[in-house]
């Protein structure tokens, strides 16, 4: 299939089935995608995901799909974490929310959920975030907000709707020490500021 050149974005919002979209994330030349090209995969995978909200019967094909897409794009360097981590978080809580849990499928198991987002912190913890967050937040009056500041607000933006999302996960996870590290994160949450801290 590689063979062929890459499908243009148009081609790729035309898309209906989730096998074909599994078969094109398949490609061995994706590294050649810009992130333009990724958020209308992204996007496709999201309205075939909220296809269960109508009873259709490959929902849960498609939200298996939209975390492949996501995990791909981050792995090639297209699109980072701070573009990343939320939406799989939430594409992950409404698959277990439509479909319930199923050990091994990286969307619907919980441990494997979580697990997969500790790992994303490269061994921060939740203070760690939570103190980046407010720092970024933290800008003088006075300082004109920069197109680095804006990433900055992307960034605190994905955290907090990561958090968010995790909270619904963790109601899936057992009693132990996963839940307990899940826990200790979405407590977090409700301490990054909303707005710019003076």
């Known amino acids: 299939m590689a063979s062929e050149k890459l499908p243009r974005e148009a081609c790729v919002a035309t898309i209906q089935e989730a096998h074909e979209m599994a078969a094109l994330l398949g490609r061995s030349d994706l590294s ?6 990724w958020y209308v995969v992204i996007s496709v995978c999201n309205t075939g995901l909220l296809g269960a909200e109508l009873g259709a019967a490959d929902a849960d094909e498609w939200g298996k799909v939209l975390v492949c897409a996501l995990d791909k794009a981050r792995d090639l360097g297209v699109l980072g974490e701070e573009e990343t981590v939320h939406r799989r978080m939430i594409a992950c809580a409404a698959s277990l929310r439509y479909f319930g849990v199923c050990e091994g499928e990286e969307n619907r198991d919980p441990n494997l959920i979580v697990g997969h987002f500790l790992a994303t912190q490269q061994g921060d913890s939740p203070q760690d975030v939570l103190r980046k967050c407010v720092d ?10 920069d197109a680095s500041f804006r990433e900055g607000i992307k960034y605190v933006t994905s955290v907090r709707m990561a958090l968010q999302a995790l909270g619904d996960v963790v109601e899936y996870l057992h009693p132990g020490p996963l839940r307990e590290a899940a826990v200790r994160w979405c407590d977090i949450a409700i301490l990054i500021p909303r707005s710019r801290v003076y």
């Open 32 to 37: 050649t995608s810009s992130a333009a090209w």
């Open 136 to 145: 970024i937040l933290r800008v003088p009056r006075e300082i004109r907000v």
